[in-house]
T-cell receptor, first 114, second 111 residues
Framework: DAGVIQSPRHEVTEMGQEVTLRCKPI?????LFWYRQTMMRGLELLIY????????DSGMPEDRFSAKMPNASFSTLKIQPSEPRDSAVYFC????????????FGSGTRLTVV | DQQVKQNSPSLSVQEGRISILNCDYT??????FLWYKKYPAEGPTFLIS?????DKNEDGRFTVFLNKSAKHLSLHIVPSQPGDSAVYFC??????????FGQGTTLQVKP
């Protein structure tokens, strides 16, 4: 199993540009999560899906952020337009169920907006 | 509104001694509490968890204690090893699947 795959690993973009982060969850996992890591707030939950349906997007910072899960094997997190304060590491995680043994995380995408 | 808080950004411990990482939460509706470990340039990995109806769970060198009245949990690592140096995240899980993390504590174990 290749685990949760995120792309790109690093992204540098100019302020105002559109950024799309991608995630491929582990096959058979019904839950998919998007987190953002910053020094101040640690790991913030942005949005999560169950069976491709968004369940809770209360963590999405503002309308500039959007996430989709068109099928069970792919999700995107889009920022349009991007701002320097969006610079952070974005993680995707997946799980077969609500799991007290933890969710599996990808290696993250480091986003830098200049 | 930070529902899970780790108030110590960093901790330094000598190899072989005990490391104690602390975490506080504000919501009594959580069903499980988890600890994750994170190395640089990698995603967080699950370490240990505890049910909200328990007060202790042990796995090898790692023990998690839960004090529900104080809304506080802690992770004990005994003995600490240099390979334990990482960022440790406390997290709280609801039965809806929502997993909320704290800010993290950077542990340094000195040889």
């Amino acid at each position: 199993d290749a685990g949760v795959i995120q792309s790109p690993r690093h992204e540098v973009t100019e302020m105002g540009q559109e950024v799309t982060l991608r995630c491929k969850p582990i096959s058979g996992h019904d839950y998919l999560f998007w987190y953002r890591q910053t020094m101040m707030r640690g790991l913030e939950l942005l949005i999560y899906f169950n069976n491709n349906v968004p369940i809770d997007d209360s963590g999405m910072p503002e309308d500039r952020f959007s996430a989709k899960m068109p099928n069970a094997s792919f999700s995107t997190l889009k920022i349009q337009p991007s701002e320097p304060r969006d610079s952070a590491v974005y993680f995707c995680a997946s799980s077969p169920q609500v799991a007290h043994y933890g969710y599996t995380f990808g290696s993250g995408t480091r986003l830098t907006v200049v | 509104d930070q529902q899970v808080k780790q108030n110590s950004p960093s901790l330094s411990v000598q190899e072989g001694r005990i490391s104690i990482l602390n975490c506080d939460y504000t919501n009594s509706m959580f069903d499980y509490f988890l600890w994750y470990k994170k190395y640089p340039a990698e995603g967080p990995t699950f370490l240990i968890s505890i049910s909200s109806i328990k007060d202790k769970n042990e796995d090898g060198r790692f023990t998690v204690f839960l004090n529900k009245s104080a809304k506080h949990l802690s992770l004990h690592i005994v003995p600490s090893q240099p390979g334990d140096s990482a960022v440790y995240f406390c997290a709280a899980l609801r039965n809806t699947g929502k997993l909320i993390f704290g800010q993290g504590t950077t542990l340094q174990v000195k040889p």
